[in-house]
Nanobody, 113 residues
Framework: QVQLVESGGGLVQVGGSLRLSCTAS??????MGWYRQAPGKQRELCAK???????NYADSVKGRFTISRDNAKNTVYLQMNSLKPEDTAVYYC?????????WGQGTQVTVSS
């Protein structure tokens, strides 16, 4: 069974940038997504990317976040720019649509004002 491990989170000031990575223990020939869950809110999809690199973004992150993937490295990235306090959340990667068994620990992103 493939395991997905997120990394790259941290504390950043408003307007700053972070790059998240999601590394899979096996081949991920599927649509991948980055999700986030803020305290007291439901988990939501931020961005997704097909095997061929076609991307789609939630309106809340469009123009600021960029999802990409390196199939040779079984890794999916999320470049986050112009971060806002409302981007504070735990970020997860998973397939799209998500598969329950593949939710990992996530990586915390905190944007301070």
């Amino acid at each position: 069974q493939v395991q997905l491990v997120e990394s790259g989170g941290g504390l950043v000031q408003v307007g700053g940038s972070l790059r998240l990575s999601c590394t899979a223990s096996g081949i991920i020939f599927r649509i991948m997504g980055w999700y986030r869950q803020a305290p007291g809110k439901q988990r939501e999809l931020c961005a997704k990317i097909t095997i061929d690199g076609i991307t789609n973004y939630a309106d809340s992150v469009k123009g600021r976040f960029t999802i990409s993937r390196d199939n040779a490295k079984n890794t999916v990235y999320l470049q986050m720019n112009s971060l806002k306090p409302e981007d504070t959340a735990v970020y997860y990667c998973n397939y799209y649509p998500p598969t329950y068994d593949y939710w990992g620990q996530g990586t915390q992103v905190t944007v301070s004002s």
